[in-house]
């Protein structure tokens, strides 16, 4: 069974930088055709897929937050990190690593996700 826990300070402070580590279980990141992704939902909206890193090490972000987004990965850990720069207070929101098994931003090919941390981003 693959687990993803998600670590990392719930409280940012505008224009700083979110920094969240996904650390995985049960499967290595490097497994061919896994997908490592961070979704967010921000409150009282729907989910949004910010981009992943693939087995391979490619990386994949959506266009709204492609210029402020970083996936990296600690093969050597099993961990996967998303750091977002300039965050505002839109950027609040609860963050979730998740498992995919397709480089697609479609929430059916999710297996397996984590529970999810708030952020939340205020002065």
């Known amino acids: 069974q693959v687990q993803l826990q998600e670590s990392g300070p719930g409280l940012v402070k505008p224009s700083q930088t979110l920094s969240l580590t996904c650390t995985v279980s049960?499967?290595?990141?490097?497994?061919?055709?896994?997908?490592w992704s961070w979704i967010r939902q921000p409150p009282g909206k729907g989910l949004e897929w910010i981009g992943y890193?693939?087995?391979?090490?490619?990386?994949y972000y959506i266009p709204s937050l492609k210029s402020r987004t970083s996936i990296s990965r600690d093969t050597s850990k099993n961990q996967f990190t998303l750091q977002l720069n300039s965050v505002t207070p839109e950027d609040a929101a609860v963050y979730y690593c998740?498992?995919?098994?397709?480089?697609?931003?479609?929430?059916?090919?999710?297996?397996?996700w984590g529970q999810g941390t708030q952020v939340t981003v205020s002065a």
């Open positions: 998740a498992r995919a098994n397709a480089p697609t931003a479609d929430y059916s090919d999710i297996e397996f």
């Open positions: 049960g499967e290595f990141i490097t497994t061919i055709n896994s997908y």
């Open positions: 890193i693939a087995y391979s090490g490619v990386t």
